[in-house]
Structures are given as C-alpha cells and as structure tokens.
C-alpha cells in the first residue's frame, strides 16, 4: 500500500512538473535567455512556448507584437529554434516579418522568411551623399541566412515596391527595383537588376558595422523629369552607352 502511494506521489510531482513546464510564463524566463547582443523584449505575454512581447528593440530598431512558437528538442543544445510572426503585414509604416529564426549566442540563422520594411525607415541608417527623402517598402524573401557576428551565408531576394524618391527637390515615381541578396567578404550584398526606370544595375554592401557602399552604374529613363539627368551630371559623365557611375 505504502509502494503505491509512493508511486503515485512520484507521478502526480512528475505530471505537476509536465504541467509547469507546458505553461512556465514567458516573462518570468526571459530575462534568463541569452538574448542576441542590442536586443530587448518589452511587455512579455503567453508563456515560453507560445508568447508574445508588445515590443522589442533589435539594435535600434523597434518591432510592434513579436509573437514567437519556441520548439523544446534544440534548446538541449543551448539553442532556440522559433517560428516568428513580427507586426501587421497591412501596416505600412512599420516592419513585419514571418518565418523561421534559430538563434545560439550570437549567431542567428533564418530560414523561409519573408520581410517587409518602410523604407523611409531603412534609409536613415546610412549616410548617403545627399539628402533623399523615399517612400514605399521593401519586400526581402529570404531563402537563408546564416549570420553569426558577420555575413556567412545569405540567399534571397529583395524587391523595393512602390518606389519613390524625392531627392534635390524633385519627386520620382520608381515604380518597383529588384536584388538579389548574398554574402562577400563578410558582408551582407544586394545586386541590383535591370529593368528599372532608373536603368540601375549595381552592387551594394553592407557590413557588421552598418557601413554602406554602392557601385554601379545608371541611364534614367526618357519619362523621368529632365532634373533627374541633370543631377546624375553631378555623379560624373556618362559613358559612351549613356550611363553614369554610381560609386561612394
């Protein structure tokens, strides 16, 4: 009798701590997560499982209703492996994101996401050689990303939707430009393609640093107004084809 109660003691504390686990809420765990470095969740919900956190800060940048699904099997190996659901894909004016994050220390790997970003936002972090005003999205689909620190491995897409540029007092309707994404010498590439109205074909980097660099070459098209030609004046001369170099 005394064996069975001692039984059933052990399987009700083994089912109680089942029950704890399951439901183990996420904001009393997260502050003991080793978090990727400029990284911050704010007003954590749902448990460590299936939460949510009404805000976070990812170097600099603020993100709105990052819900997550954290898988338990990885995280044996000191590694978190999540499905993420970031903002309002409707919302314009703000990042959202979904897809799938695996993050171990500092490096993150992403895998299927797709990413869309006003980019009136993303142009503030880079120091571009005049001022330009933008508008529209951009759309990053992101086939894989392995970055730990630095670019490793990058394969996607980038697509600038709705483009719009108001640059040197002129407003320019770009339509939409395409890249594609990938990694050299560490740092995170865009190769942009044509056809564009700008008649844009270049390669940008970025690297850890948020450092930026541009070299290409364009021929703005016939329908864009004559100021735009005559800024590109400023760039340099054209060559024989009629494109100017675009490099800084």
């Not at 009798?1 to 504390?13: E, F, G, N, P, S």
């Not at 933008?134 to 709705?162: F, I, P």
Request: charged share 20%; proline share 5%.
């Amino acid at each position: 009798m005394l064996k069975k109660r001692i039984q059933w003691a052990i399987l009700a504390v083994f089912v109680y701590l089942v029950f704890l686990i399951i439901y183990l809420p996420a904001k009393h765990v997260i502050n003991r997560i080793d978090l990727p470095q400029n990284t911050a969740l704010y007003r954590v919900s749902g448990t460590i499982w299936n939460g949510e956190a009404q805000r976070a800060v990812v170097k600099g940048t603020e993100l709105e209703s990052v819900k997550w699904k954290l898988s338990f099997l990885p995280l044996i190996t000191k590694r978190m492996s999540l499905d993420v659901d970031i903002g309002n894909i409707r919302d314009t004016a703000r990042i959202s994101a979904k897809g799938h994050i695996s993050i171990a220390g500092q490096k993150v790997d992403a895998e299927d996401m797709v990413v869309y970003a006003p980019v009136s936002q993303l142009i503030r972090q880079f120091n571009l050689p005049f001022p330009v005003d933008a508008g529209g999205r951009l759309k990053v689909n992101l086939n894989e990303l392995n970055y730990d620190q630095h670019c490793t491995t990058l394969s996607g897409k980038a697509e600038w939707l709705n483009a719009s540029v108001n640059a040197l007092n002129t407003a320019v309707d770009l339509d939409s430009m395409n890249g594609n994404l990938g990694c050299e010498e560490q740092q995170v590439t865009i190769n942009i393609q044509q056809p564009n109205v700008l008649g844009l074909a270049a390669k940008a980097k970025i690297d850890a640093q948020g450092k930026f660099s541009i070299d290409g070459k364009f021929k703005p098209d016939s329908s864009l107004p004559p100021q735009i030609t005559q800024a590109a004046s400023i760039l340099g001369q054209p060559d024989s084809e009629g494109f100017y170099p675009l490099q800084f």
